[in-house]
């Protein structure tokens, strides 16, 4: 049983730094063209150098959506490892991760929504689709989408021994 709390509290701790890494690093869509490699992310459009993400007035705010969105599962994913922790210390024998299992449900739902509102909007629209492929940080986005869920699971079935 201790060893399943570990490996929960691990994974929820590398889902955390992967949804920090996602969400800041701007390698969501990349792409090659004569002049090198361009990536874009949330925030910036990089090739040698960095500059604010520039879109059209009607998919600004998709992109405002989706910034907040992948703010917002962090926030609960960091909220969720804290009350992880303070269940695991107060938690009566017996009980269930009930809320722990909730809010990470919820962040669960907002990395969807967000990764989802960006893949609809914004692959092969920011870069040139020619020769373009999503970044590690679009592929992190649904790894944490998975992992998420899995841990919310398992925090809902979870009884403290």
């Known amino acids: 049983m201790l060893v399943l709390l570990a490996g929960i509290f691990v994974v929820h701790i590398a889902t955390v ?18 002049f090198g490699e361009v990536s874009s992310g949330l925030w910036l459009l990089c090739n040698k150098t960095c500059q604010k993400l520039q879109v059209s007035g009607h998919d600004e705010a998709s992109l405002k959506a ?21 269940q695991l210390f107060t938690l009566e024998k017996g009980k269930r991760f009930y809320i722990t299992g909730a809010i990470m449900l ?11 509102i960006y893949t609809a909007r914004f ?18 986005a649904w790894i944490c989408f998975c992992f998420s869920f899995i841990i919310s699971i398992l925090y809902l079935v979870l009884r403290k021994k």
């Not at 969105?69 to 303070?86: N, W």
């Not at 919820?106 to 989802?116: E, K, P």
């Open 17 to 34: 730094i992967m949804l920090f890494v996602s969400t800041i690093a701007n390698v969501w869509i990349v792409s090659s063209n004569p």
């Open 66 to 86: 989706v910034q907040a969105f992948m703010i917002l599962s962090i926030i609960f994913s960091v909220i969720a490892l804290v009350m992880f922790i303070v």
């Open 106 to 116: 919820v962040c669960w739902m907002c990395i969807l929504i967000g990764v989802s």
């Open 123 to 140: 692959t092969g629209k920011i870069s040139e689709p020619l020769s373009s492929h999503h970044g590690y940080c679009f592929i992190l």
